[in-house]
């Protein structure tokens, strides 16, 4: 659909003159909206997920893509929400035209909040690229936590960034206890940072809103 545009008639004779006293919508205005829907679809989805969470954080990670699917399967409610977080994450990675895929998986920090991964595609056609994702999410102990992965063949590298650096060595302690650490193959800590001031933002305001 086309902008609406409001002009005002300055005359009408000899030809019509027309004078714009309204823009159009901008690019930037349309990106505020898709990102404030995917916002407000993740809140709704996460205060349905709550009451699943406590049990989701027991079961082996490797199961939990499973247990999320067959809950979503029982709770209609909570289908439709998660689609339409999904839908609107779909819809951000249409617009951004970067090669960057925005996911949601709730499955990966069941007590999380405000979970996105962004998907970073190769550039290359080695048939070994090297894979970047981003994760990032709000927990109680740790602030907003960011965790940049890279990874080629079978070596997996992660680097933590964290609101509250002086949790670093606990939470890195937690992830290398995590049994899912060796379904990927070779995986070590690249360094564990503090979230520079311009990161408190979010990976989806990096994502849409940084050229």
Partial sequence: MGAHLTFIIKKLQPEIVLKEIFEGRTASASALEMAASFEAS?????????????????????N??????????????????????????????????KGHTLLYQPWLVPEGRRLATIFRAPTTSDDKPLVASLIEFEIARFGLVRIEFLHKAKQTGYRLKLQHPDKGKALKKYLDARPHTALIGDIQCLG????????????????????
């Fill in 42 to 62: 993740r809140i709704l989805f996460e205060n349905k997920f709550r009451q699943y969470t406590k049990a989701l954080s027991t079961t082996p990670p490797v």
């Fill in 64 to 97: 939990r893509p499973m247990a999320v699917t067959m809950l979503l399967g029982q709770d209609t409610m909570l289908l439709s929400a998660y689609m339409d977080v999904l839908n609107c994450a779909q819809n951000i990675t249409d617009s951004t035209g």
């Fill in 192 to 211: 564990i940072d503090k979230l520079r001031q311009r990161e408190h933002g979010g990976i989806l305001a990096e994502l849409m809103f940084t050229k």
